[in-house]
């Protein structure tokens, strides 16, 4: 039987450069989003008042790997400062 993390190599190397790049920013984004609110002290909740979303469209963009347009990252940025 394959150990896990033997499948999820195996898994990883299956998936295409651009995909894995895509899922590396997300990444990156939802860790700066993060970083900033704790830096302003700020929550998610304050953000969500701050876009003018709701609540859970802010969590989901900020757990896991959301799939942000470029408009909802420009949206974030001037939320964020």
């Known amino acids: 039987m394959k150990k896990k993390q033997d499948w999820f190599k195996e898994k990883v190397s299956a ?37 003018g979303k709701s609540e859970a469209v802010v969590s989901r963009w900020t757990m896991g790997f959301p799939n942000l347009t470029l408009r909802s990252i420009a949206e974030l940025s001037n939320a964020l400062g």
Do not use: C, F, Y
């Open 15 to 51: 998936v295409s450069p651009e995909i894995l790049m895509g899922v590396q920013l997300s990444a990156e984004i939802i860790a700066r989003i993060d970083a900033i609110l704790r830096e302003k002290n700020m929550t998610q909740r304050d953000l969500a008042k701050k876009l």
